[in-house]
């Protein structure tokens, strides 16, 4: 097989497909919980801890020189992210709580197992390979 062909098969599975949907509407739900918490839920935040904002929260090692920037260590951006991260771990676990209760109702609807024959027709099954030999 040659090496085209064996990236075109291992490209065009299932698995790889849907991974690469998954991971592209993830790309824009991360983009869109960002916005969320950038944008409606840490401004009231700020508001309530002082008129803070968090974007601005920095602690500045070495000031300007020059031409040469701050460095500071931005752990106001670093919080935004903990809440995004925190939004997007409990969507993400509220969707998969969903998929395994609607999966387990598929298990629980799918037909039981045949019942066991009797001890008579179990008998008769016994008395009918006997009569054969």
Same mark, same amino acid.
């Given at each position: 097989?040659?090496?085209?062909?064996?990236? &075109? !098969?291992?490209?065009?599975?299932?698995?790889?497909?849907?991974?690469?949907?998954?991971?592209?509407?993830?790309?824009?739900?991360?983009?869109?919980?960002? !916005?969320?918490?950038?944008?409606?839920?840490?401004?009231?935040?700020?508001?309530?801890?002082?008129?803070?904002?968090?974007?601005?929260?920095?602690?500045?090692?070495?000031?300007?020189?020059?031409?040469?920037?701050?460095?500071?260590?931005?752990?106001?951006? $670093?919080?935004? !992210?903990?809440?995004? $991260?925190?939004?997007?771990? $409990?969507?993400?676990?509220?969707?998969?709580?969903?998929?395994? !209760?609607?999966?387990?109702?598929?298990?629980?609807?799918?037909?039981?197992?045949?019942?066991?024959?009797?001890?008579?027709?179990?008998?008769?099954?016994?008395?009918?390979?006997?009569? &054969?030999?």
């Amino acid at each position: 097989m040659s090496f085209v062909n064996e990236f &075109k !098969s291992f490209a065009m599975k299932g698995n790889v497909v849907d991974m690469a949907v998954g991971i592209i509407i993830g790309a824009a739900f991360g983009k869109i919980v960002a !916005s969320l918490v950038r944008d409606v839920i840490m401004p009231p935040i700020g508001v309530l801890v002082g008129g803070v904002d968090f974007s601005d929260l920095v602690y500045v090692i070495q000031e300007a020189q020059g031409e040469a920037a701050a460095v500071a260590i931005n752990y106001g951006l $670093f919080i935004q !992210s903990i809440v995004d $991260f925190l939004i997007v771990a $409990f969507a993400i676990f509220m969707a998969i709580k969903v998929m395994n !209760s609607l999966k387990k109702k598929e298990d629980d609807e799918t037909p039981a197992a045949p019942a066991k024959p009797s001890t008579e027709v179990v008998l008769l099954t016994e008395i009918r390979d006997l009569l &054969k030999r």
